[in-house]
């Protein structure tokens, strides 16, 4: 499985996304295409390519799982200068927040808060703010 990334500026790609995944790409296999391998031992690459003139990135939101997400915001905001969305929680499922690359592509991270196969059945909409909070307080 492979994921593409469109970037405008292929030097300035490799630096945002070796800085996020902490280690230069794991293949290149042309000057304007990267890719490194987001699972050990499974064939799922994040695949960052150079897009010449103007481009529309990505429409839906990928988000990495970390295992600890305020962590993960200090390091995005000081390592890679983004502006990330006060944390989300759905008490006892997950942590979430976003950000968008330099390019508008939609990122985020997640942490679980218990295994996923250990979680509640919260029951409700995703849609239902009063579900979750964020750093700030109930976000309903």
Do not use: C, K
């Amino acid at each position: 499985m492979t994921l593409q990334i469109p970037v405008g500026d292929i030097g300035t790609g490799r630096r945002f996304y070796a800085t996020l995944f902490g280690r230069d790409p794991d293949f290149a296999p042309h000057d304007d295409f990267l890719e490194w391998r987001v699972l050990p031992g499974a064939e799922l690459w994040w695949q960052v390519v150079a897009m010449p003139g103007a481009f529309r990135p990505l429409t839906t939101r990928v988000r990495l799982r970390v295992d600890d997400v305020h962590a993960a915001v200090r390091r995005a905001e000081s390592e890679l200068g983004v502006s990330v969305a006060p944390v989300t929680t759905l008490p006892g499922v997950v942590r979430f927040t976003d950000f968008d690359d330099p390019w508008g592509n939609h990122l985020g991270f997640y942490e679980d808060i218990v295994p996923s196969d250990e979680q509640p059945e919260p029951g409700g909409s995703a849609h239902d703010d009063r579900l979750f909070e964020t750093d700030d307080g109930p976000r309903g």
